[in-house]
C-alpha cells in the first residue's frame, strides 16, 4: 500500500519479506532489487552471506535523472501506477537515487564496491529496448559462470 503512494516502505517489513522467501527458495542464485540504504544493503549482504553464496554481484544501471523521469512517467502512461503519477512521489525518488550526499549513488554503491565481489554497470541511458537487449544478452550469461555454484545478485 505504501509503495503504490510512493512511500518509502519499512526496511524491516522488506527484509522480512526478502528472508522468508530466502528460507523457502531452495535456489543456487538469489535476485534482490537494491537496497534504498546502506542499512538495507547491510542486511541484503548479512542473509546471502548467512545463505552461503559464493558470490554477491550488484549490477548497478543508471541512467541520467532526466532519462529516469520520462521512464517513470511513460510506465505511469501503460501501467497506470499511482505513484509513477504523483509528482511528489517521483521526486523523493529521485532524492533517494540521486541526492549528493544521501542518495544511493553517494552511500549504497560505494558500501558494495567495498563489499561485493562483482559490480556491473550498465548505461541505460539508450533507448529502453536496447537496454534490455544488452543486459539479456551480454550480462546474463556472464552471471552464470560455471565456477560459482551459489550466487546473490543484487540489481
Avoid at 123 to 146: I, Q
Wanted: charged share 30%.
Amino acid at each position: 500500500e505504501n509503495a503504490d503512494k510512493g512511500i518509502k516502505v519499512d526496511n524491516a517489513l522488506v527484509m522480512g519479506a526478502a528472508q522468508r522467501h530466502l528460507d523457502h527458495c531452495k535456489c543456487d542464485r538469489w535476485h534482490f532489487d537494491c537496497p534504498r540504504s546502506v542499512e538495507q544493503a547491510k542486511s541484503v549482504l548479512q542473509m546471502f552471506q548467512a545463505a552461503r553464496f559464493d558470490e554477491v554481484v550488484v549490477w548497478h544501471i543508471f541512467a541520467d535523472e532526466s532519462v529516469c523521469r520520462q521512464r517513470i512517467i511513460d510506465r505511469a502512461t501503460r501501467q497506470g501506477r499511482a505513484d509513477d503519477i504523483d509528482v511528489d512521489a517521483i521526486n523523493r525518488r529521485m532524492r533517494t537515487y540521486y541526492h549528493p550526499k544521501d542518495g544511493i549513488r553517494a552511500t549504497v554503491m560505494p558500501f558494495f564496491s567495498d563489499n561485493c565481489h562483482r559490480i556491473v554497470e550498465v548505461d541505460a541511458n539508450g533507448d529502453l529496448e536496447s537496454v534490455r537487449d544488452y543486459v539479456r544478452m551480454r550480462l546474463a550469461p556472464a552471471l552464470f559462470e560455471p565456477h560459482i555454484h551459489r550466487q546473490g545478485v543484487l540489481v
